[in-house]
């Protein structure tokens, strides 16, 4: 019994060690680290258009790749999209609170594009809307032998309590790594991704490979994005400026397979917009629309940050593609205009996180800012800010570009944790005051927690932090 005590004792105590380890560098200190890690199977390289992941669904014009995505500002409608391959047929969404018992139907839109000589298939897109807080729905799309079955699950009503967890995923593409990330974060218990920008990486290809590179893709997600929402954010690989093939028309292939409720934000444009889910305020930007001042997102990010109600949502979150702070060599100092222009509302407006792509690693930052910084005067260096956000940068995803390993050496002081490797993230909001965040490094086929950090809302953190200074200056009047 006492040998049986002693061990016990012993490993509490490495448990605990390994604890302060975890989350000594929680959200402001100054011992940044930089993994190790390297990994050494499953090259970057794409999946072949045989594999079964690819796979077409059975029977004459089947939908395929489908994906939904939240439909209105709060979270009460879905917009779902397919794709029928042979002819149009019916844009209805039949659907229920029951198995296969659709008791509603919607009419949805039908559009094709063509890029190069590539014709798209006949992509359909479908509101959804008047839908129940925290209510699964079974959908059917489809004709006869051909339709096919799915479900979702709408998100608790607003409130500053509702919990919730997010995964992040950025810059995935269709390689194995790719599948590696998406199957573990399937398994993570999300229940809605923000994704951080460049979906397909068609445009690695060249003709009529990059709209079958675009379908490839839309089958391989739909596993999880025809049963949760998918919340779209574009990256540089969208944009597809190719003069050589006669396509000039930037985000042609991304707007018209991926919508986005813009309109819901006032929003004039799908590739900035904002949503509310549960505890949280998503704002979405465009790092590669015009940003400037008097410009379109200039003026609409100035309105929308004075429609952010941290009492019914104290979760703001904003999702971009190229990261604002960053220190790896890739992509190194390319956020730099968007924080010259937008960093001080962030600040202001207390954002809790900014997660971003691009960056083909992982990287996470402590609370700072450089606010005072310009090309004429003041501190070129970023400062510990409480007000701050949290910057990470997520792409990560298993694209075949591979993976950014040139870090910069010593660590910056603002980088609190960095590692060259793929996998996910989940961001599990617990209340108001306090969220869970996890960074899964796809250890060579396998999931593996690496980073982990309990966060403490902005809003809420500096409330408290308020109230408890004026108790004690009025406990120091008495």
């Known amino acids: 019994m006492l040998l049986a005590s002693r061990l016990l004792r012993l490993q509490l105590f490495r448990f605990v060690i390994i604890l302060v380890l975890v989350f000594s560098h929680v959200e402001n200190g100054n011992a940044g680290l930089t993994s190790t890690f390297v990994r050494t199977q499953w090259p970057a390289a794409d999946i072949p258009l045989d594999n079964k992941v690819f796979a077409i669904p ?3 014009n089947a939908p395929q790749q489908v994906h939904i995505t939240q439909g209105d500002y709060d979270g009460k409608a879905v917009i779902i999209s397919w794709v029928t391959p042979d002819e149009p047929g019916s844009s209805t969404v039949k659907y229920g609170a029951s198995e296969k018992s659709y008791d509603f139907s919607a009419e949805g839109t039908v559009t094709n594009y063509t890029f190069y000589k590539y014709k798209s298939g006949y992509i359909h897109h479908c509101l959804v809307d008047g839908l129940e807080y925290d209510s699964k729905y079974y959908y059917n799309l489809g ?3 051909s339709s096919r079955d799915f479900w979702f699950q709408t998100p608790p009503k607003i409130d500053p309590d509702a919990s919730y967890t997010f995964g992040i995923i950025g810059d995935l593409g269709q390689t194995y790594n790719s599948l590696f990330t998406l199957e573990h974060y399937m398994k993570s218990g999300g229940q809605s991704v923000l994704f951080a920008g460049d979906l397909s990486y068609a445009d ?5 490979d990059v709209g079958t590179r675009w379908d490839s893709w839309g089958r391989l997600v739909e596993q999880s994005a025809a049963y949760q929402p998918w919340i779209w954010s574009a990256g540089n690989h969208e944009i597809e400026y190719m003069p050589e093939m006669d396509e000039v028309l930037p985000f042609k292939s991304f707007l018209h397979r991926f919508v986005t409720p813009y309109t819901a934000s006032k929003s004039t444009n799908p590739l900035w ?5 549960a505890s949280a305020h998503i704002i979405v930007l465009s790092s590669y629309s015009p940003f400037v001042k008097y410009t379109p997102q200039w003026m609409w990010l100035r309105e929308e940050l004075t429609r952010v109600n941290r009492e019914k949502t104290p979760w703001l979150i904003v999702v971009m593609h190229v990261p604002i702070y960053n220190s790896n060599a890739a992509h190194y100092m390319e956020g730099e205009s968007m924080r010259a222009v937008f960093e001080s509302w962030f600040v202001r407006s207390k954002v809790d996180f900014i997660f971003a792509g691009h960056v083909h690693a992982y990287e996470r930052s402590y609370r700072i800012s450089n606010l005072h910084f310009n090309v004429s005067t003041g501190d070129r260096y970023p400062v510990p800010d409480k007000s701050a956000p949290v910057y990470l940068t997520v792409g990560d995803g298993g694209n075949q570009e591979g993976l950014a390993g040139r870090f910069f050496d010593p660590q910056p002081d603002y980088s609190a944790f960095r590692e060259a490797s793929y996998g996910h993230s989940t961001l599990e909001i617990r209340n108001r005051t306090h969220a869970f965040y996890h960074w899964n490094r796809n250890d060579d086929g396998k999931p593996v927690t690496t980073d982990s950090v309990i966060f ?8 408290l932090r ?5 108790k004690a200056r009025e406990h120091a009047s008495h």
């Open 58 to 60: 059975k029977g004459y």
């Open 143 to 145: 004709e006869g032998d």
């Open 204 to 208: 690695r290809y060249q003709y009529d």
């Open 273 to 277: 917009y904002a949503i509310r889910r």
């Open 456 to 463: 403490h809302n902005q809003y809420w953190a500096n409330n």
């Open 466 to 470: 308020r109230r408890r200074h004026l």
